[in-house]
């Protein structure tokens, strides 16, 4: 199965560390965050990888080479001026089944091999990943009508959203409507497609999931998710089986 893993960002909220190296390749652990997620696709049965870059191109390349170190085959292609989310997926050749495109600066857990199926199980012509998302508020939210009458309090709520985990199944039609070689963003592409009618899917996650867009943010998934980042299944499922047995002491599971 084909993967692509959108890396062309500056990762300037990462600065001044992303002046001289790229985001997904910043260590999570002992290895770059990915390199995990590219042998996380690979155990799922994703093995024809393609990189999209833009910033720094060069050191992809010579840190991943064709793929073979890692177990995958790795092709890439370099887009000279930003296109956006999915604007780059109109250089790529050979996009002629669903594949599954992501961010190549997150940690998750997430089966990639079950959002692909439910994929194809509804015919979707593009299925995003989903996660739940809690936002505080720190205040008293007061409720009015039309004419200012106040109807009522709510005591530092809580709300959830669904937010958009940056991880998407993608089939052969949807890319069609993409303008070539253009600034174009993924949201764009899902307006259009249920502008046109075409069935576009929602696939909601509770596990693992962290952007990581912060130095904070590496430290605490190197602390908290430390069992994610190592790059061969059979630590893989060691450590997830560790982890399991630590939970089950402690009565999470």
């Known amino acids: 199965m084909k993967a692509v893993i959108m890396v062309g960002g500056k990762g300037t909220r990462l600065a001044p560390f992303t002046r001289v190296l790229p985001k997904p390749l910043i260590p999570l652990g002992d290895y770059p965050i990915l390199e995990i997620n590219i042998c996380q696709l690979r155990a799922a049965g994703f ?81 995003m990943a989903l996660h739940p998302k809690e936002v505080n508020i720190d205040f008293g939210v007061i409720e009015v009508d039309a004419e200012s009458r106040i109807l ?6 809580r709300f959830t959203y669904l937010i958009n985990m940056g991880i998407y199944v993608v089939s052969p039609q949807a890319v069609k409507l993409i303008p070539y070689n253009q600034f174009y963003s993924f949201m764009d592409l899902v307006d259009d497609l249920r502008a046109r009618g075409d069935p576009v899917y929602g696939y909601q996650f509770e596990g693992v999931w962290m952007d990581l867009g912060r130095v904070d943010d590496f430290t605490t998934a190197a602390e908290k998710y430390d069992y994610l980042t190592c790059p061969t299944e059979e630590a893989y499922k060691i450590e997830q089986r560790r982890r399991e047995v630590v939970l089950e002491k402690i009565g999470v599971l």
């Open 152 to 157: 009522g309090s709510l005591e530092k709520p």
């Open 47 to 127: 093995t024809d990888i393609t990189l999209t870059l833009g910033y720094l191109p060069h050191l992809f390349k010579a840190y991943f080479g064709d793929g073979e170190r890692l177990g995958v085959k790795i092709s890439y292609s370099y887009e000279e001026q930003p296109l956006g989310t999915a604007g780059p997926l109109t250089l790529i050749e050979g996009l002629d089944e669903p594949f599954l495109l992501m961010n190549g600066d997150l940690l998750t857990d997430l089966n990639f091999a079950d959002l692909y199926d439910y994929h194809l199980a509804r015919n979707a012509a593009v299925t």
